[in-house]
């Protein structure tokens, strides 16, 4: 049954990378974010790591996914297949109903500045640009005017705690800092999905606990966050836990603190404007 619907789906045509709108064109019912037989081998010096050995995964839309998974599992791999960072040996993978498969390398970076936010564990912030400049940057090429970006940079910051940091330079941060800057450039276009590949694995227990807390804040906002970590204070955040074990999913569990799923969405659109 389960093939017969990836079939279905994957006739569906991606729409142009220069379409303006792209949002929730799959409707509410449609996962925002689904693989089939995802698959991918790494190719070294050594013998070959086969990171993801087929992994079938649905998100819905406003869910908070935790993957979590000893050292050399595949997580990071896989998130990066998730946001079109590596490309998978087969499977397919669809984003809000629109498969993946024929992306090329052009119309991914057009879904990471619009639909996608990635967050690292070591930020990735460009080390010779402003705070301001960095959060702006990818509204900038996003297309929103100069007077957009600042403004959406400007709420942003204020509500990250990082107002008056806008002309400091990200080796001047803290790291709980810096990856405070990371989130508001992932998050400064309004992403559907926001990837955190262990956004607190370089941080001490204060930077955890404040990634933690603004990760559960988006998400009760409606932020559909799929992060990979290590740490169970981070994992506990999510309202489902994916133990991913050599490759493959071992266990997927719905927490049971977890706000009521199902009614993600609509509580999103309340609480936004
Ligand atoms: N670019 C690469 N080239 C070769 N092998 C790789 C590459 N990236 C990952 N691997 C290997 O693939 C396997 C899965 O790595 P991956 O980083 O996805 O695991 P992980 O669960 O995220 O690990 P960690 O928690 O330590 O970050 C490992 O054996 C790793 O050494």
């Known amino acids: 049954m389960k093939r017969a619907t990836s079939r279905s789906a994957t006739s569906r045509t991606a729409s142009s990378p220069d379409a303006e709108d792209t949002r929730s064109p799959g409707g509410e019912d449609t996962p925002l974010l689904r693989a ?21 995964l649905s998100v819905r839309q406003g869910e908070f996914v935790a993957v979590t998974g000893p050292s050399g ?35 991914w970076a057009v879904e990471r500045r619009r639909r996608i936010g990635i967050v690292f564990q070591f930020f990735n912030l460009v080390s010779n ?8 940057l990818p509204a900038l090429l996003a297309g929103l005017s100069p007077r957009q970006a ?30 405070r800057v990371a989130l508001a450039r992932a998050l400064v276009n309004h992403p559907q999905l926001l990837l955190a590949d262990e956004p607190a694995g370089s941080l001490d227990s204060k930077g955890t ?27 506990s955040a999510a309202d489902r836990v994916i133990s991913f074990f050599d ?27």
């Open 36 to 56: 089939e037989g995802l698959v991918k081998t790494h190719y070294g010096e050594g013998a070959p790591a086969h990171a993801v050995r087929g992994v079938d």
């Open 247 to 273: 490759g493959r999913i071992a266990d997927d569990a719905v927490l049971d603190t977890a706000p009521a799923r199902g009614t993600g969405i609509s509580g999103v659109l309340e609480l936004r404007d």
């Open 73 to 107: 599992a595949g997580k990071s791999t896989l998130l990066h297949l998730l946001g079109g960072l590596q490309r998978p040996d087969s499977g397919s993978l669809w984003l809000d109903g629109e498969c993946t498969d024929g992306y090329s390398e052009a119309r």
């Open 150 to 179: 600042r403004a959406e940079r400007e709420l942003l910051l204020d509500e990250l705690g990082l107002a008056g940091k806008e002309r400091s330079m990200p080796g001047e941060l803290s790291g709980g800092e810096q990856q």
């Open 129 to 136: 640009l402003s705070v301001a400049d960095n959060v702006e």
């Open 209 to 235: 606990r404040e990634v933690t807390r603004l990760l559960s804040r988006f998400h009760q906002r409606g932020q559909t966050i799929v992060l990979v970590t290590h740490d169970a204070r981070l994992a």
